[in-house]
């Protein structure tokens, strides 16, 4: 099938797979001659593909002018011209655009030829057959991409660093969230787009919570378009929490319809400003998998809203895509599932994990959850950028306090605890900035 797109896209292509030398090989594995629309268009990728096939590395255009001397003087003038053309353009302005058209027409692709062989496969009565081509389309439409590879030529790189660098730090967009702990953005830079941090804890010690203030942080602090994922529940409950969030009213009140005339107001007013900015999807289905998730990412971005931050409440219960076998593969997949999904659409992202049933007691002397303690699938922690756990005693919950153990960051091991404040009432959770020395492990309580 050829290309909808017109000459000067496929141009763009062309002389973007003579530049970016990722990008060229993937072009070289992704697309087919019969996609170009032109003859002498058609000849350009041929002839790059033959020079990639023979030397495996990007084709510039003096290879190409060699060709052209194997040709006839009547298609070497029209190849020659059309040659010229791409090399007109010096640079590729809008390769990222190009880029992501590229991966949904390939995508398209494979999806329409799978699609065929899984219908003459299930009218034939091989159901099971049926399934499994459109099974292994499913995963090859989720790997494909035209993005560069994060590789990095240190030492001579120097200068584009630094030039990238005073960009970033002039750029408006924002590269970087708030944690609401002052002390642990300055140890880690705070969450930046493309990493996943993760908290964890017992069951009913405010996982929701804490993501709800996230997204709070997200919209009302950074001003930053972000989506929140809920994997269960509903969507109802979670709107009333940010609701009671944003007001500062108490959350009974909230779901009640109780708010005092006056709050409600300001938040009329306040939300009128804040317009666009949060997005709340309920996806109660037990086989969610990322492939729902970019979906509705894909439905929000047609509709003009682009998150930057994403809330998943929460990781354990999304599904793998492919078929496996056990609790912790799923766990494992989704989880590097997710992490990609969050770099492919430069997002931040936050989520939370299960701790393992606590032992007797647990919930009455003072212990610290570390990564041991996750639930079904410990490798999940080599996979996101940072994790720590929410810890409180029975007693520190009648209280409203929590202690916040940042166990370990990508690029530093924090072990760090804060004492939160964590009044359920209004679901408002903040930091007191005391730091507290590590306690005693329950197990050894």
């Given amino acids: 099938m050829a290309f909808e797109f017109g000459t000067g896209f496929q141009r763009q292509v062309l002389r973007l797979c003579m530049i970016d030398e990722a990008f060229a090989q993937k072009a070289m594995e992704y697309l087919d001659v019969d996609h170009f629309t032109a003859e002498e268009l058609g000849w350009v990728f041929k002839s790059m593909h033959a020079y990639h096939e023979q030397y495996s590395r990007r084709c510039t255009e003096t290879p190409l002018r060699e060709a052209l001397r194997q040709e006839s003087a009547e298609r070497a003038a029209l190849y020659s011209g059309e040659l010229d053309a791409i090399m007109a353009l010096e640079q590729v302005p809008e390769a990222p655009y190009l880029k992501n058209e590229l991966r949904e027409f390939v995508r398209r692709q494979v999806f329409a030829v799978a699609h065929n062989q899984s219908a003459k496969l299930f009218n034939a009565g091989r159901t099971d057959e049926a399934y499994d081509v459109m099974g292994a389309a499913q995963d090859q439409i989720h790997k494909i991409t035209f993005d560069t590879v994060d590789r990095q030529w240190f030492f001579e790189e120097l200068g584009g660093r630094y030039s990238d660098r005073i960009r970033e730090s002039l750029n408006a967009d924002h590269e970087v969230f708030r944690t609401g702990l002052d002390p642990l953005d300055d140890a880690t830079g705070g969450v930046q787009k493309g990493e996943l941090w993760v908290v964890f804890a017992y069951a009913k010690r405010c996982k929701s919570t804490w993501l ?183 007693e520190e919950m009648r209280m409203g306090t929590m202690r916040f153990f940042m166990e370990a960051h990508r690029d530093s091991p924090v072990n760090q605890i804060y004492r939160i404040e964590n009044d359920l009432a209004r679901v408002r959770m903040v930091t007191s900035y005391e730091k507290l020395e590590p306690t005693r492990d329950f197990a050894d309580a």
């Avoid at 007013?269 to 990412?297: C, F, G, K, M, P």
């Avoid at 997710?338 to 393992?356: E, I």
Wanted: glycine content about 4%; overall charge negative.
């Fill in 212 to 394: 709800v203030n996230m997204g709070w942080s997200a919209t009302y602090v950074d001003c930053a378009p972000t989506v929140h994922f809920q994997l269960e529940g509903k969507g109802a409950q979670i709107a009333a929490k940010y609701d009671a969030r944003f007001s500062q009213e108490l959350y009974s009140d909230v779901k009640a319809g109780r708010m005092s005339v006056p709050t409600f107001r300001w938040l009329q007013e306040d939300y009128l400003r804040r317009r666009q900015l949060l997005v709340i999807r309920t996806l109660n289905d037990w086989d969610v998998s990322v492939l729902h998730l970019q979906a509705e990412l894909s439905e929000l971005k047609a509709q003009g809203f682009t998150p930057e931050m994403c809330i998943l409440d929460y990781m354990d219960l999304g599904r793998s895509r492919a078929k496996v076998d056990s609790e912790t593969q799923q766990q494992m997949n989704f989880a590097r599932d997710f992490k990609r999904l969050l770099l492919q659409n430069d997002m931040a992202g936050w989520s939370a994990w299960q701790a393992q049933r606590p032992k007797k007691g647990a919930h009455d002397i003072e212990h610290i959850l570390s990564s041991s303690d996750v639930a079904d699938a410990y490798a999940k922690v080599r996979i996101v950028d940072a994790y720590g756990s929410l810890n409180a005693t029975d």
